[in-house]
Nanobody, 127 residues
Framework: AVSLVESGGGSVQPGGSLRLSCVAS????????LGWFRQTPGRVREWVAA????????HYADPVKDRFIISQENTRKTVYLHMDSLKPEDTGMYYC????????????????????WGQGTQVTVSS
């Protein structure tokens, strides 16, 4: 089994920055995908970014391109989400997710139903 632990959320003013971390443990295998979704009350969960471990690519949703960077630390099975130029609409609970592949089609990560999810970390952008 795989487990995920997120950290790094908090409150920041518009234009500020935060870095989220997600550490995977358990039987991930060598090639796997770690990424982030976010959700606000009353809205569907929205994909943000994903990174394929094992020499794969990174992927971003259009609303965060050029502001967010996803990076990975292979030896620690950790993925980071560096968020700059934060906007109030970036507010939400950010969830880390693990899947075998980053299947991104049409600007969406088609994550499997068997994927693993973390507990989430809250990001609030407000003046």
């Amino acid at each position: 089994a795989v487990s995920l632990v997120e950290s790094g959320g908090g409150s920041v003013q518009p234009g500020g920055s935060l870095r989220l971390s997600c550490v995977a443990s358990g039987s991930t295998g060598r090639d796997f995908c770690l990424g982030w979704f976010r959700q606000t009350p009353g809205r569907v969960r929205e994909w943000v970014a994903a990174s394929q471990f094992g020499g794969g690519d990174t992927h971003y949703a259009d609303p965060v391109k050029d502001r967010f960077i996803i990076s990975q630390e292979n030896t620690r099975k950790t993925v980071y989400l560096h968020m700059d130029s934060l906007k109030p609409e970036d507010t939400g609970m950010y969830y880390c997710a693990a899947d075998r592949e980053c299947t991104v089609i049409g600007g969406h990560w088609l994550i499997a139903g068997s994927a693993t999810w973390g507990q989430g970390t809250q990001v609030t952008v407000s003046s």
